[in-house]
């Protein structure tokens, strides 16, 4: 809905094309949803795109690899969880089963460490010349990723907010 049309050249309200109150409340639920909408595709595509650069960090790690390449001890993961995206690095260690034989694979999550968008660079102090290099790309771009969704989440968080504003000044003027 074009809100401006129920106005004349002067910016009085054009009372015989004003809508019913019910017809303007339905109006600005529609638009909304709209707006959550929206939001919710930006985050859907931040989730993808975190997704693409985690691909590629396993498909380069997959390269450096393959031809018995030193063990490479980084992974990292994209998920959402409580309506968040999280991108997340961790340490992998391998242990030898002495009963089967076999070797077992421990995953320790990295701590990202507070009020930051990006993880510390001696997080990976430990990871090999290759391994830095590919870390320290894809952490890049997950920092511009983090800072989107944190934008997002406000405007969710705002929208909201807003949501619970009009629906009071609906509740105001059945007095």
């Known amino acids: 809905m074009n809100w401006l049309e129920f106005l004349d050249a002067k910016d009085n309200v054009i009372k015989s094309k004003m809508p019913s109150e019910a017809e303007f409340k339905q109006a600005c639920e529609a638009q909304i949803e709209r707006?959550?909408?929206?939001?919710?595709?930006?985050?859907?595509?931040?989730?993808?795109?975190?997704?693409?650069?985690?691909?590629?960090?396993?498909?380069?790690?997959?390269?450096?690899?393959?031809?018995?390449?030193?063990?490479?001890?980084?992974?990292?993961?994209?998920k959402i969880k409580s309506g968040s995206i999280s991108f997340e690095w961790y340490r992998n260690r391998v242990a030898p089963q002495v009963e089967s034989g076999k070797k077992r694979v421990y995953s320790e999550y990295l701590p990202k460490g507070v009020n930051s968008d990006g993880y510390p660079l001696s997080t990976f102090k430990n990871a090999l010349e290759w391994e830095n290099k590919i870390i320290r790309e894809v952490e890049s771009r997950y920092v511009v990723l983090r800072k989107r969704a944190k934008v997002l989440s406000k405007m969710r968080s705002n929208l909201k907010e807003y949501e619970r504003l009009l629906a009071e000044s609906y509740l105001a003027n059945k007095d």
């Open 35 to 78: 707006m959550n909408n929206y939001i919710t595709n930006e985050f859907n595509c931040i989730y993808v795109s975190g997704k693409q650069y985690a691909d590629w960090f396993w498909t380069m790690k997959e390269i450096m690899t393959e031809d018995g390449g030193e063990y490479s001890r980084f992974g990292t993961r994209v």
